[in-house]
């Protein structure tokens, strides 16, 4: 099993739709995670992060993080055409919920937001 | 506060050349990771740093790879006698001490081809 999962997608949703992202992780100790949007030829920009157990909105997007179900998800609201992209979970490696070192990512999804 | 940056760009080179990358982190960042990504994938972990010690090394990194931050300051990635599966984009992040909770935040990346 992949330390984190992603649904491999690809998703496309009409524009003024909600877009739901998943990811599911192994290690049950890891305590943080971060969704990241990354355009086509260009790096990973950082959109979202989480702690703890529960949702954390910002502006149109929502994280989402069920520790016991292990599984964080990504919402985004009134999807715009600008927000297509390739959207990436991550969570902290072999973690135990102490290191605050490397990530792992899951392999992206691919949004796509059709006028 | 700049950014992550990384030089150059783009690299071609051809296979048993050997490459150098650079990376500058954002000032007051004191830990600076190398990730590696091939296309479709998320980024791959390589190494990191905090100050001018290597922390960990991931198993991917061959005795080909040789990262350094001789200052605690910027980095360098060399990759010798290159091969065809050493192309892909390698990305530079940064963050600050665990106490800011790790949040990474990437370079433009430096993409490879070797021909």
């Known amino acids: 099993q992949k330390e984190v999962e992603q649904n491999s997608g690809p998703l496309s949703v009409p524009e003024g739709a909600i877009a739901s992202l998943n990811c599911t992780y192994s290690?049950?100790?890891?305590?943080?995670f971060f969704w990241y949007r990354q355009y086509s030829g260009k790096s990973p920009e950082l959109i979202m992060s989480i702690y703890s157990n529960g949702d954390k909105e910002d502006g149109r997007f929502t994280a989402q993080l069920n520790k016991a179900s292990q599984y964080v998800s990504l919402l985004i609201r009134d999807s715009q055409p600008s927000d297509s992209a390739t959207y990436l979970c991550a969570g902290p490696t072999n973690a135990g919920g102490t290191s605050y070192g490397k990530l792992t990512f899951g392999q992206g999804t691919i949004l796509t937001v059709h006028p | 506060d700049t950014g992550v940056s990384q030089d150059p760009r783009h690299k071609i080179t051809k296979r048993g050349q050997n490459v150098t990358f650079r990376c500058d982190p954002i000032?007051?960042?004191?830990?600076l990771y190398w990730y590696r990504q091939t296309l479709g994938q998320g980024p791959e972990f390589l190494t990191y740093?905090?100050?001018?010690?290597?922390?960990?090394k991931s198993r991917l990194l061959s005795d080909r790879f040789s990262a350094e931050r001789p200052k605690g300051s910027f980095s360098t990635l060399e990759i010798q006698r290159t091969e065809q599966g050493d192309s892909a984009m390698y990305l530079c992040?940064?963050?600050?001490?665990?106490?800011?909770?790790?949040?990474?935040?990437f370079g433009a990346g430096t993409r490879l081809s070797v021909l």
């Open positions: 992040a940064s963050s600050r001490d665990y106490l800011a909770k790790n949040i990474q935040y």
């Open positions: 290690d049950r100790g890891s305590q943080s």
């Open positions: 000032s007051e960042h004191n830990r």
């Open positions: 740093f905090q100050n001018e010690a290597q922390l960990e």
